[in-house]
């Protein structure tokens, strides 16, 4: 017999997390869906939604989705300015997203690029 509580996952609980990421969120009054904004619907904690995600591969399915949604409305909110940018972009850093610049200090021509040095030791005189 396993330890611990019984799991309230079930069909019913599966229904309501495929209705909120569909657009039931909105009804929550999030304007994105999130995998707390899912918890506190269903009233559990992450860590249940995780574990419910480690048991069922439709439920694993339904978090992918959330996270999904959540990309593309962040980022199709940013473009329309529907969202502040800064929480745009903490959500879209969530998700791969970064504004990180790479410098290349080198010319095309490859005229500056750094130059080998070669020093040579002194050596001490034999006796």
């Given amino acids: 017999m396993p330890a611990g509580r019984p799991t309230k996952y079930n069909?019913?609980?599966q229904q309501s997390a495929d209705d909120y990421v569909a657009g039931?969120?909105?009804?929550?009054?999030?304007?994105?869906?999130s995998v707390?904004?899912?918890?506190?619907?269903?009233?559990?904690?992450?860590?249940t939604?995780?574990?419910w995600a480690n048991e069922s591969s439709q439920f694993f399915d339904t978090?992918?989705?959330?996270?999904e949604r959540?990309?593309?409305?962040?980022l199709m909110g940013g473009l329309t300015n529907e969202f502040n940018a800064s929480i745009v972009?903490?959500?879209?850093?969530?998700?791969?997203?970064?504004?990180?610049?790479s410098i290349d200090?080198?010319?095309?021509?490859?005229?500056?690029?750094?130059?080998?040095?070669?020093m040579l030791k002194d050596e001490p005189a034999g006796d």
């Fill in 11 to 13: 069909h019913s609980v």
């Fill in 24 to 33: 039931g969120h909105l009804g929550c009054d999030d304007p994105v869906p």
């Fill in 36 to 47: 707390a904004g899912l918890a506190c619907h269903l009233g559990v904690s992450k860590p």
């Fill in 49 to 51: 939604l995780y574990n």
């Fill in 63 to 67: 978090l992918e989705r959330c996270k």
């Fill in 70 to 74: 959540q990309e593309k409305l962040a």
């Fill in 89 to 101: 972009k903490l959500l879209l850093a969530n998700h791969g997203y970064s504004d990180k610049q």
């Fill in 105 to 118: 200090h080198q010319s095309s021509d490859k005229s500056m690029a750094p130059r080998l040095v070669v």
